[in-house]
């Protein structure tokens, strides 16, 4: 199934003559940017989230491991 198939790409800073060797040799090609804010924010957001799973996770379980206690 195509759905599965795997592509390999290449990334990596460049230069104009990089581009210009690319067109020469007919070799199709995608220019992305990325911004260093936005994949730090990315990565802060996600450590973020799973600390916060863990801490409501942790709650949970020493809320039931003492629901005897206040009973």
Same mark, same amino acid.
């Given at each position: 199934? %195509?759905?599965?198939k795997k592509e390999k790409y290449i990334e990596t800073k460049y230069k104009p003559i990089h581009i210009k060797r690319l067109n020469e040799e007919k070799i199709p090609y995608t220019v992305k940017e990325r911004s260093l804010f936005s994949e730090t924010f990315k990565m802060a957001y996600l450590c973020y989230a799973i600390i916060f799973d863990v801490v409501?996770?942790?709650?949970?379980i020493?809320?039931?491991?003492?629901?005897? %206690?206040?009973?």
């Open positions: 199934m %195509k759905i599965f409501v996770v942790l709650g949970i020493w809320a039931y491991l003492n629901i005897g %206690k206040i009973l």
